[in-house]
């Protein structure tokens, strides 16, 4: 679930236009920012590779971070990154084989990626973590619509 000015929102729901509550690394404030792209892509797992390289995604459990964050399981790709005091850590090198970890039972899925109109730090079921940040891979992606140019504003 993402926090947005409408309330928290499944990301499968979260469409270009909607405005994402952000978090201010340098402030501590939060801000509001309008999402630019989506995109959707499926993953297939490779068994027999190590873990980070097979594709398994990686399992949050509720309050593994702190009391209430995140607020319910979380699942996300191994190279999503979490903000932890004013830095962005892929979520593989939090992998702890308890509270997280790649989770084994699932061999394929789907994800999804929200772009914001700069890189931005959002709320997903209640832990800080990234918006997409494009590198040149956008291709491998679906997208319900074309990306839209849009201005920010306060909820």
């Given at each position: 679930m993402?926090?947005?000015?409408?309330?928290?929102?499944?990301?499968?729901?979260?469409?270009?236009?909607?405005?994402?509550?952000?978090?201010?690394?340098h402030?501590?404030?939060?801000t509001?920012?309008?999402?630019?792209?989506?995109?959707?892509?499926?993953?297939?797992?490779?068994?027999?590779?190590?873990?980070?390289?097979?594709?398994?995604?990686?399992?949050?459990?509720?309050?593994?971070?702190?009391?209430?964050?995140?607020?319910?399981?979380?699942?996300?790709?191994?190279?999503?990154?979490?903000?932890?005091?004013?830095?962005?850590?892929?979520?593989?090198?939090?992998?702890?084989?308890?509270?997280?970890?790649?989770?084994?039972?699932?061999?394929?899925?789907?994800?999804?990626?929200?772009?914001?109109?700069?890189?931005?730090?959002?709320?997903?079921?209640?832990?800080?973590?990234?918006?997409?940040?494009?590198?040149?891979?956008?291709?491998?992606?679906?997208?319900?619509?074309?990306?839209?140019?849009?201005?920010?504003r306060?909820?």
């Open positions: 993402i926090r947005t000015c409408a309330g928290e929102v499944a990301i499968e729901n979260i469409q270009i236009g909607d405005e994402i509550i952000t978090f201010d690394g402030s501590g404030g939060q509001v920012r309008p999402v630019v792209w989506v995109g959707k892509a499926h993953a297939i797992v490779r068994p027999g590779l190590p873990d980070d390289e097979a594709g398994y995604p990686v399992r949050v459990i509720k309050d593994a971070i702190a009391d209430g964050v995140p607020y319910k399981d979380m699942l996300i790709t191994s190279e999503h990154c979490l903000f932890f005091e004013g830095r962005f850590v892929p979520v593989r090198m939090l992998v702890n084989g308890s509270t997280i970890f790649y989770d084994k039972s699932i061999t394929f899925y789907d994800y999804y990626h929200v772009e914001t109109d700069q890189h931005s730090v959002i709320i997903a079921d209640g832990m800080l973590t990234e918006s997409y940040l494009d590198t040149g891979n956008r291709r491998a992606f679906r997208q319900k619509s074309k990306v839209a140019a849009l201005r920010i306060a909820c």
